[in-house]
């Protein structure tokens, strides 16, 4: 019953920026953590961040940090990823998933929607 849909995902060069959404449905009174986690081909899935529902809190991976931000607007069940400054290394299927307590496992997240590309050209 619970239902998240991932989009934005596009080619963009290298340096560019690019906002992607993930919009849940099903669960309209949600206060879960929200989290963005990334797979790229031939690699496990790798924590990105995550915001807490009210968003007075979020966590990254050192690798995004300072260049991605997380935000969300809960009138909306919406969550977003800022990416700025890409890199080739960025290029990956970016998924978006919940969990009740803030975290960076991702076997501690579930409902997971299908993800959206991402590619990053040089």
């Known amino acids: 019953q619970v239902q998240r849909v991932e989009s934005g995902g596009q080619l963009v060069q290298s340096g560019g920026s690019l906002r992607l959404s993930c919009a849940t449905s099903?669960?309209?009174?949600?206060?879960?953590?929200m989290g963005w986690f990334r797979q790229a081909l031939g690699k496990e899935r790798e924590f990105v961040g995550a915001?807490?529902?009210?968003?007075?809190?979020?966590i990254y991976a050192d690798s995004v940090k300072g260049r991605f931000t997380i935000s969300r607007d809960n009138a909306k069940n919406t969550v977003y990823l800022q990416m700025n400054r890409l890199k080739p290394e960025d290029t990956a299927v970016y998924y978006c998933a919940a969990t009740r307590r803030l975290a960076r496992s991702a076997g501690d997240y579930d409902y997971w929607g299908q993800g959206t590309q991402v590619t990053v050209s040089s």
């Open positions: 099903g669960r309209p009174f949600t206060r879960d953590v």
């Open positions: 915001i807490t529902w009210s968003a007075d809190f979020s």
